[in-house]
C-alpha cells in the first residue's frame, strides 16, 4: 500500500510517494514527452536527499520515471547554447558529480527502477544509485551518448561505469555512444536485474527494503570473461588496452572528432591517478569539449533533426495527414523491398507489385532477410517477426491496391516507364490516394505529367540501404496539394526517417548537390589525379568513402545516366567528365558488376584500385595537389547547395545542412554546407570560388546569394552556436 504524500507540486518534475518506509520518487516532467536533466530538476533532488537525511522513517529510496517509454533520456541540450565558456560547462558537469556523489553517498540505499530511454546524464544517475532494475521492454535502452554530441560524459559516467562494467565494456559504451538493451545490460553487469515493466515498481520497493535491512547485498563482482582479467586487472594489461581503444578511435575518427580521445583520458585518469582526480579530469575535459567547433556542429544537428520531428513539412497551418495504414510499393527491387521493409515494421499492410513472380519473390526474400537481421538481433520477438511478415503481399497485378492509401513507385530510373506506371495504376486507386515516386533524379513535375490527379502526385526520395539510412527527401511539385505532403511527411517520420521536403527540379537537392562534387573529383581523373589521392583526400575532409568508391558502390552506369541527365537539366557546369564518359562506355558498373574503379573479389569485397582501369581513362598521371582537390570537390557541393537555396529548392539552409549530412555523408562535425560557408565565411568562400572560376570557368561561378552575403557580411544562421 502506497500513500501520496505531498504529489508533485504544480510545475514540479518530481513527485513522492511513500511505500512503507521506502519513498518513491517518480520523475515526470510536465509537458514534456521525456525527463531530462536540468538545473531545475537537480534542485529538486536536492530537496529530495535532504528530505531522506533528516527523516529516520524512510529506509530506502526508490526512483523511477512517470513517462510511458522513458527514464531519463539526458541532460537537458537546450541549456548547453547558454555555455559561454569551458569553465561554465566545468561548473555544470561538477555541480552534476556533487548532486550524484551525494545520492550515492545516502544514508539509505537507492534503487533506479528502469523502464524506457535511460540515456546520458540519465544512465549516470542510475550509476550513482546502489541497485538498478530494469524492465526487459525492448524500449529499454542504456547508453551513454555524449560523444555523438562531441561531448563526453560529465556526472561521473567516465568513472562510474568502468567500476561496473569492466573497463573494456564501458569503452566500447563511452567511445562509441552505443545503445545496450536489457538483456545485454544484464549480461554485462550494468542493471542487476531484469523484470517484467507490470512488477517493476513493486520489486523496486521490495529491493530497497532488502538492501536496507541487509537480506540483499549489491553484487560487486561482474562475471568477466578470463581474457578480460588479466587485460583489466593489471596496470600492464590496462595500458594495452588502451593503446588499442586509442588505435581503434583515431583509424575511426581520423583524428576528426576530440571527444572519444577526452572520454578516454577521463577513464585512464580515474584507473592511474585515483578517483578524485578521474572526477576532476572528467569535469575539465567536459568544459573543453563543450567549447569545441565540433561539438557546436553536431548539437547543431541535434537541435535540426529535433525540430524536424515537428515540422509538418509545409508553411502555415497544414492540413490533416491522411493516415496511411496501407501502401502500395512498385517495384520489388532493391529499393521497393527495402521501402516495404520498414513499412511492415510500423503495422502497414503492404502490397508488393513487379512485372513477375519471380522478381516478386526475390523482393520478399529481400524483405525478409532485413527483418530477419531484426530477430538475429535480438531486437524483435519472434512473434514480432511472424506478425511483420505477414503484412506483406506480392502481386503482379493491381489487386489489392484499391484501398490503398499511398503508392511508392520505385521501378527503372526510366521517365517514360514511371509515367506508364503512374498511368496504369492511377484508376486502380482512389481519387484521394497520394502517389509518391523514388526516383533520384527525374523531376516530378514530368512524371506527374502522366496523371489524372496530379495533386497526389510527388517524391518520396529514400537513400539506399532504405532500413539503414536516415534521410527521406520529400519532393513537391508545382502541383502537388498540401495534404499529400502532410501526409508523406508524416509517413516518413513513421518510418523513422528524418524528413526534408524540397522543391521540384532536376535532382532535387540530394542528387543534384551529390552530382556537383562527384563531377569534379572525375574532372580530377581527366587530369591525371590518381583514385586513391581522390579518395583519401575527401575522406580525409570527414567524408566517410571517397567519391570514386562511393562511385563503385551506387553504380558507375547508375552515376553516368544521372551525370547526363543533370548536364542537360543544369547546363556546362554539369558537363560529365571524359573519364566517367569512357569507363561508363567500357561497360564498368561498380562493385554490382565485379568491376569497377576498385577490384572486387567474387564475394565482393572490395581490394585496391583496378591499375587497368587507368588505361580505360587513358591520362597520363600526375600528382595533384592534397588541399586543391579537397577544396574543387566541396566547393563545388557548397556552391550548388547554395543554389539551391537560391533557387528556392530548399526551405531553408537548416534542411539543406541535415541533407547533405544524412542524405550524402556530408561530414557532420562540419554541421552541413551552410554552416561550412558560415565557418569559413562567405566572403572567403567567394574568393576561393572566382580563383577557381578563372581556370575552370564557368563550373565554380559562385553563386549570386553567396557574392551577396559576401558583400553585405551576412550569414545564413544568426548564431552559429
Ligand atoms: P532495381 O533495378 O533494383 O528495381 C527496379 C524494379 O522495378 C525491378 O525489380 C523491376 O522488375 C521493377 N519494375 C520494372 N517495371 C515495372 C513495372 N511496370 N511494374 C512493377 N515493377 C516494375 O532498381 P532500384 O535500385 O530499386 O531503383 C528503383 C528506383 O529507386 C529508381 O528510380 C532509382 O533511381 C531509385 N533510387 C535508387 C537508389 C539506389 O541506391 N539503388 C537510391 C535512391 C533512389
Redesign the pocket.
Known sequence: MSTVVPSAVQGQTLASALAGDVLVVTIDQPNEPVNTLSPSLAAEFEEVCVRVTGDLLINGLVLISGKPDAFIAGADIEQFPELRSSEDAERISRLGQDLLGRLENLRVPVVAAIHGACLGGGLELALACRYRICTDHPKTTLALPEVQLGLIPGMGGTQRLPRRVGLQAALDMILTGRTVRARRALQIGLVDEMVHPAILRDLAVQRARALADGSLKPSRSRSFRASSLLLEHNPLGRGVVFKKARESVMEKTHGQYPAPLAALDAVQTGYTEGHEEGFRREAKLFGEMAMTDVSRQLVFLFFATNALKKDPGVDGTPPRPRTVERLGV???????AGIASIAVQQGTLVRL???DTA?VGK?LASLRSVVQERLTKRQITRHQFDDYLALVGGTTDYSGFASTDLVIE????DVA?KQR?LAEVEPAIEPSAVYAS????IPIGRIAEAAHHPERVLGM????PVHRMPLLEVIAAEHTSREAIVTAVAYGKRLGKTVIVVNDGPGFYTTRTLAAYMNEAGRLLDEGASIESIDTALEGFGFPVGPITLLDE?GIDIGGKVGLVLAEALGARMTPSEAMRRVVTAGRTGRKGGSGFYRYDPTGKKGGVDESVYQVIGVQRRELNREEIIERCVLAMVNEAVRCFEEGILRSPRDGDVGAVFGIGFPPFRGGPFRYVDSVGPARIVDRLEDLNVRYAPRFKPAELLMDMAAQRRSFYADPR
Open positions: 512498385l517495384g520489388a527491387g532493391f529499393m521497393g507489385k513487379d512485372t522478381r523482393g520505385a521501378v527503372f530510373e516507364l506506371v523514388n526516383t533520384s533524379t526520395h529514400f537513400f539506399s551506387v
